[in-house]
């Protein structure tokens, strides 16, 4: 089985010894991306600011690694704070209008006050 590691000058820097995505048996492996914003490095400072630019970030992985967000079949979110789960269930139900994936969230404690993180599996586009 092929494996392909995504890089590209699109992708906001990695926080840690992680890559964004992996590319292997026709489906996309996308790492946890936060609301950092890829220009500057900030961590955005509202929940929802937050939340947006993560969906902001996934979005931008996806389309590297070669596949869309209707092509995710499974996502992952961490979420600092439980009292966030409405505000973002409804970001997700926008970024994932029609037909949504499989979903599992948690709350965790996150790194450099990060609020969210959201990786997934999708489907390679073909």
Do not use: K
Request: glycine share 8%; charged share 15%.
């Amino acid at each position: 089985m092929d494996r392909h590691v995504v890089t590209g000058a699109d992708l906001p820097p990695p926080i840690g010894p992680y890559s964004h995505a992996v590319r292997a048996g026709g489906f996309v492996f996308v790492s946890g991306q936060p609301g950092i914003d890829p220009a500057t490095g900030d961590v955005r400072e509202s929940f929802e600011a937050q939340a947006r630019q993560a969906f902001a970030n996934l979005a931008t992985v996806l389309r590297v690694a070669g596949s869309r967000p209707d092509l995710v079949v499974s996502t992952t979110v961490l979420v600092a704070d439980q009292a966030d789960f409405p505000e973002m269930n409804s970001l997700f139900a926008d970024f994932f209008p029609t037909d949504p994936p499989a979903r599992m969230t948690m709350q965790v404690p996150l790194p450099r006050g990060l609020l969210i993180s959201i990786g997934c599996t999708a489907v390679e586009a073909s």
